[in-house]
């Protein structure tokens, strides 16, 4: 006998035992309440990584001014520096350096702030907090990638500065 026919069963005894139509009885199983508490989860898992996705959108952006700001404001430096000799290259690497750095110190603080609400959490709950390092590697690392990735535009231009003009801007 399957699970359907044994719910049928019992909901036709149940009503009989109380004078009421089977149609009148509702079973809910817990693999059914489960299946609902995972379609929730999901749903809430979603909102949070959307809510997660436009959160890097809108610091990358903000990375990505800071690094034009920084970019406009040596731009004398960037020319002495090509002058000197420091090539296309030189200058690529040392803004892309410069937003990974500054996004990686970025995602540090979220982590400690983070590790930190955790764990203030489990203490008042009097739930264990359990912290893995590579996760916090990953993302830290996920967070210097998103710098240079944005880092990008602000790194090219400054590299493909013409050291003349360059030394010319006040």
């Given at each position: 006998?399957?699970?359907?026919?044994?719910?049928?069963?019992?909901?036709?005894y149940?009503?009989?035992?109380?004078?009421?139509?089977?149609?009148?009885?509702?079973?809910?199983?817990?693999?059914?309440?489960?299946?609902s508490?995972?379609?929730?989860?999901?749903?809430?898992?979603m909102?949070?990584?959307?809510?997660?996705?436009?959160s890097?959108?809108?610091?990358?952006?903000?990375?990505m001014?800071?690094?034009?700001?920084?970019?406009?404001?040596?731009?004398?430096?960037?020319?002495?520096?090509?002058?000197?000799?420091a090539?296309?290259?030189?200058?690529l690497?040392?803004f892309?350096?410069e937003?990974a750095?500054?996004?990686?110190?970025?995602g540090?603080?979220?982590?400690?702030?983070?590790v930190?609400?955790?764990?203030?959490?489990?203490?008042?709950?009097?739930?264990?907090?359990?912290?893995?390092p590579?996760?916090?590697?990953?993302?830290?690392?996920?967070?210097?990638?998103?710098?240079?990735?944005?880092?990008l535009?602000?790194?090219?231009?400054?590299?493909?500065?013409?050291p003349?003009d360059?030394?010319?801007?006040?």
């Amino acid at each position: 006998m399957n699970l359907d026919q044994f719910f049928n069963k019992f909901k036709a005894y149940l009503a009989k035992l109380h004078g009421r139509e089977p149609e009148d009885m509702y079973m809910y199983t817990a693999m059914e309440e489960m299946t609902s508490v995972d379609s929730m989860m999901g749903g809430l898992s979603m909102a949070v990584g959307g809510i997660a996705a436009i959160s890097l959108l809108v610091g990358g952006i903000g990375i990505m001014n800071i690094m034009l700001v920084s970019v406009t404001e040596r731009t004398r430096e960037i020319g002495i520096r090509k002058a000197l000799g420091a090539r296309t290259k030189d200058v690529l690497i040392q803004f892309l350096t410069e937003s990974a750095i500054l996004s990686a110190c970025g995602g540090m603080i979220g982590v400690l702030m983070g590790v930190g609400l955790v764990s203030l959490g489990g203490l008042a709950f009097g739930l264990p907090v359990v912290i893995k390092p590579s996760v916090i590697l990953v993302a830290v690392s996920f967070s210097a990638m998103v710098g240079i990735f944005f880092g990008l535009y602000p790194a090219s231009k400054a590299a493909k500065a013409d050291p003349i003009d360059a030394l010319r801007y006040e």
